[in-house]
């Protein structure tokens, strides 16, 4: 399979919080899935904490047998954090806590100088660096000028398009952006909203690497069992048609 899949266990996360108990456990969650054959486990450690938390990080730092990426935000106490659990990727995000989930890319242009200053700060750790950022030609130029190593493409407004015209657009924006990074040398993720009926025509993009997807293997895993529904998600990108 060329491209990986990152398990994003932060809706296990969700539903243990909503009791404020200690289940079910993200950590055991990420060890199915890497069973089932994820290559990557990824969290988004939020500053509010609204699902996972410091303990979630410290012991998937011990346990995860493939790749932690750390999904975060640009800010200097969660770079402290990254410094301290060494995830072996760290994906900075845009971050509002009034949003239910990351809304859109980092805007690396206007950023430029604040996020150049963080990627050297992670890479003097020896931690690889990739931007969330949007489809964007632009975007893709000024990650490339913060000198991240990777970029993760936002997949939102491709997922949510409601017909068939503005899908397609959407999906060649995905197609130039992959195309421009993989150009420029930085490695191509994409992820947000990705699901059973949609990752097909993103699996096929020979330039991304790396899939994040999380709720909907996690709302599928609710009805069919986590390493099933894992199993069923590699299945589809392994054979895009």
Do not use: W
Request: charged share 30%.
């Amino acid at each position: 399979m060329a491209q990986r899949l990152g398990v994003n266990v932060d809706h296990v996360a969700t539903l243990r919080q909503a009791r404020k108990v200690s289940y079910p456990d993200p950590v055991t969650a990420a060890m199915l899935a890497e069973l089932a054959g994820a290559e990557q486990i990824t969290i988004h450690l939020r500053e509010d904490r609204r699902h996972i938390q410091d303990r979630d990080l410290r012991i998937l730092r011990d346990t995860v047998q493939t790749v932690l990426n750390l999904e975060m935000a640009a800010s200097a106490e969660m770079v402290k954090i990254a410094y301290e659990f060494k995830p072996d990727t760290v994906t900075l995000v845009p971050e509002r806590r009034e949003e239910l989930t990351t809304e859109g890319g980092l805007d690396a242009s206007t950023q430029r100088d604040q996020l150049t200053k963080l990627i050297k700060n992670l890479k003097d750790g020896d931690i690889v660096v990739s931007l969330f950022i949007d489809p964007d030609l632009d975007q893709i130029r000024a990650s490339h000028r913060c000198n991240a190593d990777r970029v993760e493409l936002h997949t939102g407004r491709y997922c949510e398009a409601r017909n068939e015209k503005d899908r397609q657009k959407e999906l060649s924006r995905i197609v130039d952006a992959a195309k421009a990074a993989a150009k420029l040398g930085l490695g191509v993720a994409a992820g947000h909203g990705l699901n059973y009926e949609n990752v097909r025509p993103i699996a096929r993009i020979k330039e991304i690497d790396e899939l994040n997807i999380g709720h909907a293997i996690v709302a599928r895993a609710v009805l069919v069992g986590l390493e099933r529904a894992v199993r069923e998600m590699i299945q589809l990108m392994q054979h895009p048609g």
